[in-house]
């Protein structure tokens, strides 16, 4: 029997939500009024693949910058001064982890309007995911 990884399950997921969007609506493409009738309309888009955002890659990329690594004090250094600069509140204590998950909440996740995956999260904020098998330090997640 074969094991599933977190491919798998991305697709399995991709599909399940995809189908059931088409299935209901006739189409993968949905119209959202996120505050009611009567506000603006978001266009949702479910059609398959759904984009995999490698999450520091991704940030790197929105922020334009290269992150040192992330098990050293100089990450949290340039990480903090990333939230001052940006205006990104991180309560104390201001760790990487911490750091790097308002960074991301704020410029990754919060463009995100069709269905995405972060993936590649860092081993040091998912210690008990599976390390990724060909990138030290991140996870298969």
Known sequence: MAYA???DLMDLTETLFSEMVKEITGGYVIKYHPE????SELTIDF???WKRIPMVEGLEE?????LPPLDTEAAREVLEGLCQKHDVACSAPRTVPRLLDK?????????????AFITEH???????????????GLTER
């Open 5 to 7: 990884d977190y491919h």
């Open 47 to 49: 059609s398959p693949p």
């Open 62 to 66: 929105k922020l334009k910058v290269k």
């Open 36 to 39: 009611g009738p009567g506000g």
């Open 103 to 115: 960074l991301v909440g704020e410029f990754l996740e919060e463009d995100i309007i069709s269905p």
């Open 122 to 136: 860092p081993e040091i904020m998912s210690p008990l995911a599976k390390s990724h098998r060909t990138k030290p």
